[in-house]
């Protein structure tokens, strides 16, 4: 049974009895959800396992601090129509559901995710599908949320077909956490559900710490590869999660291992009540510095941030090398030597 309460998480061992009631001012702000299968993977003898500081929430949840907010990415800037967010040219961003499998402490969209913000409803989604039907320049829909598996197989593939239909969006990608929190919700059927006629499907996955993939979210993993359906991974750098570089080697590799090319490294947005997993980009940059000595260009995400306030996603380096005008250029190696080229 998914954990949804904070009686439930004392009853399971996963909070001290004596953090009940702060637990439950968290609880009437942010959505609590634990799967069993990461319930299993938590290290309750262990204060700062790297699973449970994901998941089990924290009385600093209710601490803001000033440059914190609650749209931290700026989507409702770019949000021509309910579920649509319209960044970049080619592309948006479509919102079906609010509800995900497991609620991550770090969320960047916790303000609008949770039990009770469902689905469009029929007239929304009909009016998201006229947006994208109206923009000839889309040509990749990213279902987000909210994580979309947690739709059943028949209205997700409904969905998708619908997409489908659209002539020019060639590319339809799919952002979860299932496959590694609910590897069983992986089913045939939903993976069927994935797959529209004549356009390219891909799904992503979030996962934070190399030991969400364990051999059933692998398994999870392999029927969404062997379906023909390429992945991709996305992460976040979450202090005491993986904010060092054997465990950001060891995600990596599990990810290159299970068929899934690593995408993108997010530092962790400005969502309220966050700051506790938040890196300095310095921080971040030292670790992808270190990670590229250790690893191949397939096992490398890119670092990314999210500039606040909408404007878009651009990588932050670290870079490797100074342009010195007509003198040419100083690039670094992996060891940190300086060459001219
Ligand atoms: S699965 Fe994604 S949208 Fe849902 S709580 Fe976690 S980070 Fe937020």
């Known amino acids: 049974m998914t954990l949804r309460l904070p009686s439930e998480l004392v009853a399971a061992g996963l909070a001290p009895p004596d953090e009940l009631a702060g637990l439950a001012r968290v609880a009437a702000?942010?959505?609590?959800?634990?799967?069993?299968?990461?319930?299993?993977?938590?290290?309750?003898?262990?204060?700062?396992?790297?699973?449970?500081?994901?998941?089990?929430?924290?009385?600093?949840?209710?601490?803001?601090?000033?440059?914190?907010?609650?749209?931290?990415?700026?989507?409702?800037?770019?949000?021509?129509?309910?579920?649509?967010?319209?960044?970049?040219?080619?592309?948006?961003?479509?919102?079906?559901?609010?509800?995900?499998?497991?609620?991550?402490?770090?969320?960047?969209?916790?303000?609008?995710?949770?039990?009770?913000?469902q689905m469009l409803s029929p007239q929304e989604l009909d009016a998201a599908l006229a947006y994208v039907r109206a923009h000839p320049e889309i040509w990749e829909v990213?279902?987000?949320?909210?994580?979309?598996?947690?739709?059943?197989?028949?209205?997700?593939?409904?969905?998708?077909?619908?997409?489908?239909?659209?002539?020019?969006?060639?590319?339809?990608?799919?952002?979860?956490?299932?496959?590694?929190?609910?590897?069983?919700?992986?089913?045939?059927?939903?993976?069927?559900?994935?797959?529209?006629?004549?356009?390219?499907?891909?799904?992503?996955?979030?996962?934070?710490?190399?030991?969400?993939?364990?051999?059933?979210?692998?398994?999870?993993?392999?029927?969404?590869?062997?379906?023909?359906?390429?992945?991709?991974?996305?992460?976040v750098l979450l202090r005491g999660v993986n904010d060092d570089v054997k465990t950001l080697e060891e995600l990596m590799r599990a990810f290159v291992e299970c068929r899934i090319k690593p995408y993108y490294l997010h530092h962790a947005d400005l969502a309220p009540g966050t700051s506790r997993f938040r890196t300095t980009i310095e921080e971040g940059q030292a670790l992808m510095r270190a990670l590229r000595g250790r690893v191949s260009g397939l096992a490398q995400p890119t670092y990314v941030l999210d500039i606040p306030g909408g404007f878009g996603k651009v990588p932050v380096g670290p870079g490797y090398i100074d342009m010195c005008g007509d003198a040419g250029a100083m690039v670094e190696d992996i060891k940190g030597v300086r060459h001219a080229y």
């Open 29 to 117: 702000r942010y959505a609590i959800a634990i799967t069993p299968d990461i319930a299993g993977l938590i290290d309750s003898s262990d204060p700062n396992d790297p699973i449970a500081r994901q998941f089990v929430p924290n009385i600093a949840e209710l601490t803001t601090t000033p440059d914190e907010r609650a749209d931290p990415i700026g989507d409702h800037a770019h949000s021509p129509v309910e579920g649509i967010v319209h960044r970049y040219p080619d592309r948006v961003l479509l919102k079906l559901v609010n509800v995900c499998a497991v609620y991550c402490r770090f969320c960047f969209r916790r303000e609008m995710v949770g039990p009770g913000k």
């Open 142 to 235: 990213i279902l987000t949320g909210g994580d979309p598996l947690v739709l059943s197989a028949r209205r997700l593939g409904e969905v998708i077909r619908r997409i489908g239909g659209i002539e020019y969006v060639k590319v339809i990608r799919l952002h979860t956490r299932l496959p590694a929190v609910a590897p069983e919700k992986i089913t045939p059927s939903l993976v069927r559900a994935l797959k529209a006629p004549g356009k390219t499907t891909y799904v992503a996955l979030h996962a934070n710490h190399p030991r969400e993939l364990t051999p059933a979210a692998r398994a999870a993993c392999a029927r969404i590869v062997d379906a023909g359906i390429p992945m991709v991974s996305q992460s």
